[in-house]
Nanobody, 123 residues
Framework: VQLQASGGGLVQTGAFLRLSCVDA????????MGWFRQAPGKEREFVAS????????HYGDSVKGRFTISREKAKNALYLQMNSLKPEDTAVYYC?????????????????WGQGTQVTVSS
């Protein structure tokens, strides 16, 4: 599995970004997928996950109502629509493929990780 995340950047508070992640080597169609983030000096944090069907999602409390996760299985792609961005959303965002088909929230349930994309929100 080779995960390539993109879409990060520098934006102002209240702006939006859309992150994308493509599994370039092998389809992850039978696995759940997720997004995590890590800010400098902080532990990795769960952001959102989606099950293999794309019908069940799970969000971290800090992003509920602002972020939306989706996937496009035909393209082996995972997306994260991030609206109403805040400075506290600043972090490196990682996409990951889960060990199983559910929408897992624990990083220990993920097997493959992308290289990360930087999101910076200025105040």
């Amino acid at each position: 599995v080779q995960l390539q995340a993109s879409g990060g950047g520098l934006v102002q508070t209240g702006a939006f970004l859309r992150l994308s992640c493509v599994d370039a080597r092998r389809p992850s169609s039978n696995n759940g997928m997720g997004w995590f983030r890590q800010a400098p000096g902080k532990e990795r944090e769960f952001v959102a996950s989606i099950d293999w069907r794309g019908s069940s999602t799970h969000y971290g409390d800090s992003v509920k109502g602002r972020f939306t996760i989706s996937r496009e299985k035909a393209k082996n792609a995972l997306y994260l629509q991030m609206n109403s961005l805040k400075p506290e959303d600043t972090a490196v965002y990682y996409c990951a493929v889960a060990l199983r088909g559910g929408a897992a929230a624990d990083s220990a349930d993920y097997r493959y990780w992308g290289q990360g994309t930087q999101v910076t929100v200025s105040s």
